[in-house]
Every structure is written in structure tokens, then in C-alpha cells.
């Protein structure tokens, strides 16, 4: 977080000014509430870097100022809208704030972006520093390249807010014409805003600069399962996922996606649900089913023993039921007794590509598990590239090995995930990249690398944002009030009520927007 500037036209009682706060001399500031460390080793390399390149520099800053003012003029209609909305109820509807609110605390506005951990906070200061410095090197390159130079860099602690700011000659700056001004007080805006395409242009060529170590979208890398997982007793770190239900499993998105097309249509245990929905089944043997626990179905209930999981057979034409159609028979088996069988039925994407409707045989009866509302049955094959015997395999041809039993130790195994499926998906921590040379170590690597300029491009944005809002102590402040001043038909006078209204007011509102938002997080 930042504070902001003293504004030009009250800055007359000092000869420096502060981008973002005031102070009156090179001494390092401690308080109850605030505390800063003032140092200005940089201040004659900036300089002199700015004065050489003036030239390009007012272009670049230039371009700046017409990005600053379109984003005060957007937040600032966000924040008019958002108040609109706070005076009315709530009605459930998505909201401009989320964004806005999301960006501003440096994190992305998905809820599931809410986690806490150490490695989040280490992430989050370290992108903070990253986009304060960047923000802080805008308006210094800025002053340079007009002339002016700094007298110190100063980074602060205001109650528990870090930030950072850079002091200049009052004076001078004061006597600059209104666009060199406006360039410097636009410079952080623009330059977060350039840090953001950065990140965004380096997560779009990631998997390509990686390339030559690192193999991306060939299936998402497990990196940690957490112990209250419903997976951990089946997946391990640096096991590969290959496919769920037969449909191939390339990167992290597709792995999330998966919950799309089964939370939907999933089983209920009523057997009126199997008239209406697509399923999932398993031709199995007839031999099979006489060695197999049956039971029979009483108010919907069934007694199949712990382990094992009831079947019930039904027609394999899309698994869709007539009218006058009654669950009698119900069979208790173990998931991984079925898993090489056949595939019947609708919910299967390989087995409805099929030409023929029911795949099974006369020996064969297609069976499909009754399960409970909310429950989902997903069958998940992966790979263990790190075992020595199968670094060297890991291609599709390990999936036609048999002996894969569940819970077994081989390249690749199978094992049915019975549950909730929005649990299962966020309990595990993949990565879309694979290291092309068995290392733990790097294949950590990827996913850090995508976390941190994931975490600076929400944080740089959030500065940006932050600062171009019309508020008290903060860039909008100052580009706001030059910005008035090209009002020639209003007088000083005004000039200053007018500049006082939308303060008090953007100070306000934002405010209360801000608040509202983090409510409903």
C-alpha cells in the first residue's frame, strides 16, 4: 500500500515534495504509528540515467498520461456505479468491485484465491516490493527526464501498511509546466500498468522459454496432496495425471474442468434419476456377478458391506430407463474388480463415440454404480515417471498394462475417486509442467515462477488501481487536480471546490465500496 503527495498548489511551506508523503528533512522518522529508513545512494545513477535518455523517456511517460486519465475516468465511474449498488439490496449479482477489491489486496478475486499460507505471504511481499519499486522507479525516471532530481528514497511502515515514496525539490517542481508535472505524477500509474502486461506476456511464453527443460501440457504434475485429501491414499508427489473417465488430462485447467460436465448429472440414490441422465457402467461378466454379493433395494436403502459399492443393472442404450422399469437387482463389488472391464453407457466420452449402443456381450450385463446426491464416480489413470523403470516410458503404452491393480506400484495405475468431486479437485497441487530430467527440486520450479508473476501482476494492478482512484493522499490527488486546471473557463476558486468535492467524495464512496466487498468475501 502507498501513501500519496502532498498537491502542488499547498506545497509552498517546504522546499521538498514527497511522491507520496511530506517531510522536512534527510532524517529517518519513528512514531507509534509510522516509521521510515530515508537513503538516497540511487539518487545520482537515476539521475543521470534520466537526463540521457530525457528524450525518450517524455514519450514513453507521454503515453502514460493519456493511460493514467482514462483509468481515473473508469474507477471513477465503477465507484459512482458500485454506490448505486450499495443504495439498493443486494441481489446476488456479480459486481465490478470484486475485481477491484480483489486486485487492490494483491490477490486474484476468485474465493478460492483466499488460502493463507506462509508460502502466499512470502509470495506477496516479495511482489510487493517488486511493484512498489517499480511504481516508485516511474515517478523518479520522470523528474529525471524533466530535470529534476531526487533528494531521497524513503520506505515506511504506516501502522501496518508497508509502502514507499521518493522526495524531490519543492521548488522546482512547482515551476514546471502543467504536462512535465502531469507525466511525473502519472509515471507510477503507467509503469505498474507495464508491469502487468510484462507478467502476463511472460505467463503466455512461459511453457516456450521453458521449453528446452521442461515439458508443458503432456499431463499436470502432482506437487504436494495434502494429507486430509481424499487422494492421498492413491496419488504421491510427482505422479503424473493422465486421464479422468477415459478423456485425456493435458494441463492444471483441464484437471479443474473436469467438474464441469460430472457435478451436473451425478447419480442419486433413486433409481427414477436413471430414467433421465446419461451414466456411466461397466459391461461385467454374468460369472462375475453369481460370485458377487446381491441384495436387494428396501426404501432406497441397501446393505452392500464396507469396501464395496453397489451396482445396479440397467439397459446400456444410454442407460436411459422406460417407464416401467424397477431396481430389483443390486450387486456389492469392489471398485478395482472393474475397472479392465468394458465401459456401457451414455457417460462414458470413448464409449459413446462407439458405434454400437451397447457394447456388452450376452454373457455380459451392464452395471452401474448407485450412489448417493452430490456423489461423483470418476475414474483417474496416472504415471510415475520418478520410479528408474519407468523414466524412460512415459508414454501411452503403459496404459494397456493389466497388472495395474489399485493400490499397486507400477507405471501406471487406475483408481476410482467416489465423492465430492469440487473437494477432490482443489485438495491436490499440480503443475502443467513436467521436468524433462527426473528432479524434485525442479519441478518446483515452474509452479513458483507462475505464482510470483501471477501474485506481481495482482499486485502491481492493485497499485495501479489503487492510485488512480480519486481519494485523498494518492496519485489520483494530484492528476486530478492538473487535470482541473486545463478547466479554463472555471475560476481558481472553482477550481479548488470542485477538487475538494470529488475528493471527499471519492474518498468516501471508496470507502464504503471497499468495505462492502471485503464483507461479502
Not at 428 to 446: E, M, N
Not at 483 to 505: D, H, I, K
Request: proline share 5%; glycine share 8%.
Amino acid at each position: 500500500m502507498e501513501g500519496r503527495r502532498t498537491r502542488r498548489s499547498r506545497g509552498g511551506q517546504s522546499n521538498e515534495t514527497l511522491l507520496p508523503l511530506r517531510a522536512h528533512r534527510l532524517s529517518n522518522t519513528i512514531s507509534c504509528w509510522y516509521c521510515d529508513f530515508k537513503f538516497s545512494l540511487w539518487n545520482e545513477p537515476l539521475f543521470v540515467f534520466g537526463r540521457r535518455y530525457s528524450r525518450y523517456l517524455r514519450s514513453w511517460f507521454a503515453m502514460g498520461v493519456g493511460f493514467s486519465l482514462a483509468a481515473l475516468l473508469g474507477v471513477t465511474l465503477i465507484l459512482l456505479w458500485e454506490l448505486s449498488r450499495t443504495l439498493r439490496p443486494y441481489n446476488g449479482e456479480a459486481q465490478f468491485s470484486s475485481l477491484l477489491t480483489g486486485s487492490l489486496i494483491g490477490i486474484p478475486s476468485n474465493p478460492s484465491g483466499l488460502t493463507i499460507s506462509f508460502a502466499g505471504i512470502g509470495y506477496l511481499c516479495l511482489s510487493t516490493i517488486i511493484s512498489v519499486s517499480v511504481h516508485e522507479l516511474g515517478h523518479a525516471l520522470a523528474a529525471a527526464s524533466e530535470g529534476i532530481q531526487m533528494v531521497y528514497i524513503a520506505v515506511f511502515l504506516a501502522v501496518i501498511f508497508p509502502g514507499a515514496l521518493v522526495a524531490f525539490n519543492h521548488e522546482m517542481l512547482q515551476a514546471l509546466p502543467k504536462p512535465a508535472a502531469l507525466r511525473i505524477y502519472c509515471a507510477g500509474i503507467w509503469h505498474n500498468a507495464g508491469l502487468c502486461a510484462i507478467c502476463a506476456i511472460s505467463l503466455f511464453i512461459l511453457p516456450l522459454v521453458l521449453f528446452p527443460v521442461y515439458r508443458h501440457g503432456e499431463g499436470p504434475m502432482v506437487l504436494n496432496v495434502a494429507s486430509t485429501s481424499p487422494l492421498s491414499r492413491y496419488l504421491s508427489s510427482y505422479d503424473v495425471i493422465h486421464s479422468a473417465d477415459g478423456i485425456r488430462i493435458n494441463d492444471v485447467q483441464e484437471w479443474l474442468q473436469i467438474g464441469t460436465p460430472l457435478t451436473g448429472k451425478e447419480y442419486q440414490r433413486n433409481y427414477s434419476a436413471y430414467k433421465h441422465s446419461s451414466r456411466k457402467g461397466y459391461c461385467v461378466p454374468d460369472s462375475l456377478l453369481e460370485k458377487s454379493i446381491h441384495v436387494q433395494l428396501i426404501d432406497n436403502e441397501t446393505t452392500c458391506p464396507n469396501d464395496l459399492i453397489d451396482f445396479v443393472e440397467t439397459p446400456c442404450q444410454e442407460m436411459r430407463l422406460s417407464d416401467d422399469w424397477h431396481v430389483e437387482n443390486i450387486y456389492c463389488l469392489s471398485a478395482k474388480d472393474i475397472l479392465d472391464f468394458k465401459k456401457c453407457g451414455g457417460g462414458w466420452e470413448k464409449a459413446s463415440s462407439n458405434r454400437s449402443s451397447c457394447p456388452c456381450s450376452q454373457e455380459e450385463s451392464c452395471l452401474a454404480p448407485f450412489l448417493l446426491p452430490g456423489v461423483a464416480w470418476v475414474e483417474i489413470t496416472y504415471l510415475r515417471p520418478f520410479i528408474p523403470r519407468c523414466q524412460k516410458s512415459q508414454t501411452a503404452h503403459f496404459l494397456d498394462d493389466k497388472n495395474s491393480d489399485l493400490g499397486g506400484k507400477g507405471c501406471s495405475q487406475s483408481f476410482v475417486f467416489m465423492g465430492d468431486l469440487e473437494a477432490m479437485l482443489g485438495s491436490v497441487h499440480l503443475t502443467s509442467y513436467q521436468p524433462r530430467w527426473p528432479s524434485k527440486f525442479g519441478a518446483h520450479f515452474p509452479s513458483a515462477l507462475e505464482k510470483l508473476l501471477m501474485f506481481v501482476f495482482h499486485v502491481s494492478l492493485a497499485l495501479a488501481l489503487l492510485n488512480s482512484l480519486p481519494v485523498y493522499f494518492l496519485d489520483g490527488e494530484s492528476i486530478l487536480e492538473l487535470t482541473l486546471q486545463y478547466l479554463w473557463f472555471l475560476s481558481p476558486r472553482q477550481r479548488e471546490v470542485a477538487l475538494q468535492c470529488c475528493l471527499l467524495g471519492g474518498t468516501f464512496i471508496s470507502i464504503l465500496v471497499i468495505f462492502r466487498s471485503l464483507l461479502l468475501f
